[in-house]
């Protein structure tokens, strides 16, 4: 829950408070991306940080990928204490093998003492960074010596450490969260999925919601693919706002945490003027955030195709070495 003076919050099933809100941090793998990512993560913090004078909120986030040495400058250079930020990052399939020592090169590279939420980005494990990828046909590697039971037993390790203080999933379906299950000591706070009008994953919300995990949606606009959507450019003038943030309130009423990431700063002020999930008209006019109606609500949600637009299977049928039925997708 939040208070009216702040920007949405919601509680993980360990007690843990995490922003409804946060920026995404990844970036192309190219010298001259990472160079700006600096920039543009800055720029982020500073948006929010207006924000947070506006309602005194002590809350920031952002979600690392590749990026966390820039991440480790930014937090520096913006001033803001660490507490007041709420940093997540991710193991990567390539270091399933090596979970501990990959967190501590994480921490290393961020110039922190802890992180908030660390999630396994993908349940299958694959070479590491420095072997070939793919197959000769094409097809991603994959290992199948080691399993998402056991690194997520090493994040469980982590827990127990205090070194971070949540943990979580991403890309886990309904099947390999009941998989995991078997064998976790701990229930993932968190489940970072694509999820957007066109991908309403609906029974994985439910499912999540019942195990008291809470769902982080990455391409939570759908790209221009949703947002020039006939209905989505509807509503956005129905209630004179962007199609953009007719997407977020959509997601905020379904209590899912959001990644937008822009790299234009008026867009970055977009997204994190979004307001606060309190169903009272004041506090979402104050945001800038409109109550969708429900029947709207529905209407966006019947949009609904099973599309990826950002993880699609591959022409192989696959995506990263794994089959959809294996992903539970």
């Known amino acids: ?29 190219s010298n001259e991306a990472r160079s700006k990512a600096k920039e543009w993560l800055l720029t982020a913090l500073k948006a929010s940080r207006k924000l947070a004078i506006a309602t005194s909120t002590l809350h920031r986030a952002i979600y690392t990928l ?25 193991l990567s399939s390539s270091n399933h093998h090596r979970v501990a020592e990959s967190f501590e090169e994480s921490l290393k590279a961020l110039s922190v003492d802890y992180i908030d939420l660390f999630l396994i980005h993908w349940p299958q494990a694959m070479p590491d960074d420095n072997e070939q990828q793919k197959n000769p046909d094409g097809t991603w590697k994959i290992r199948e010596d080691i399993t998402f039971h056991q690194a997520w037993a090493e994040l469980e390790k982590l827990m127990e450490a205090g070194k971070v203080k949540a943990i979580g999933v991403s890309n886990f379906s309904i099947k390999t969260l009941k998989e995991l299950a078997t064998t976790a000591k701990i229930t993932p706070a968190v489940n970072q999925v694509e999820l957007h009008p066109y991908l309403v994953q609906e029974n994985l919300r439910e499912y999540c919601d019942k195990k008291g995990i809470v769902i982080s949606a990455y391409t939570p606009s759908g790209y221009d693919t949703v947002r020039k959507d006939p209905l989505i450019v509807q509503l956005a003038e129905k209630y004179k706002v962007t199609p953009n943030q007719i997407t977020l309130a959509w997601h905020l009423a379904r209590h899912i945490i959001i990644i937008p990431k822009s790299l234009r700063e008026e867009h970055q002020k977009e997204n994190i003027n979004v307001g606060i999930i309190f169903f009272t008209k004041l506090l979402y006019q104050l945001f800038q955030l409109p109550i969708l109606d429900a029947e709207d609500i529905v209407k966006i949600s019947k949009l609904d195709r099973n599309q990826r637009i950002c993880n699609a299977a591959d022409e192989h049928g696959q995506v990263y070495g794994w089959s959809l039925e294996r992903l539970g997708w």
Do not use: C, Q
């Open 1 to 29: 829950m939040s208070s009216p003076n702040s920007v949405p919050i919601y509680m993980l099933n360990n007690g843990v408070t995490i922003p409804a809100v946060a920026h995404g941090a990844w970036a192309p793998h």
């Open 66 to 90: 590749d990026t966390e040495g820039v991440v480790g400058e930014v937090i520096k250079e913006s001033k803001i204490p660490r507490k007041e930020i709420f940093i997540t990052s991710k």
